[in-house]
């Protein structure tokens, strides 16, 4: 199986900052990488898919890059909705494996 | 809009069996791969098992393979899932998502929560 390592597990924010998040895939997956939101008590949302696209409805204060090994998504202004937990997925090969998770809290 | 609305959790014992169901509506329901993602109590999620349009393909992960079955009627717009031999570690939140574009997980459903306890 792919493993998905995301950094950080957490991270301490304020509104209008601009936030990085990484995931790396334990091996290359070309550009089959996407991001979700899930916020308390509620399914994930979809955010971001093959990499860099965004999902229809999604701010474009979201944005994600990358390939192979290696991936980022970038909140460019922190709003207060934004936080959440993060979490990145593969869907390269069976089973399309999730990182564990970044949750990004309100400092 | 798009909607997935699943259904059948609750208390099973170990060993015991459950039957989840995903109701689809405000899309071509036999037009997309379909999909179990489950999220145990505060933790993270594990991609469990897609079905194709016709429902001729599927994929189990290793943890539930020989367990549990996904199948699909697509005259109903549903989505099932077969769980037997439940352990106590199949406890989670089972959400049911439409596969979209790049094989991302486009919509989800609200999930369901599966309890496994004697």
New interface residues.
Partial sequence: DIQMTQSPSSLSASVGDRVTITCRASQSIS??L?W?QQKPG?????LI??AS?L?SGVPSRFSGSGSGTDFTLTISSLQPEDFATY?C?Q?YS????????TKLEIK | QVQLVESGGGLVKPGGSLRLSCAASGFTFSDYYMSWIRQAPGKGLEWISYISTSGTTTYHADSVKGRFTISRDNAKNSLYLQMNSLRADDTAVYYCAREGRGLSSDYWGQGTLVTVSS
């Fill in positions: 550009s089959y996407n979700y509620k399914a994930p949302k979809s898919y093959a696209s999902q979490f997925q869907s069976t089973p399309y494996t999730f990182g564990q998770g």
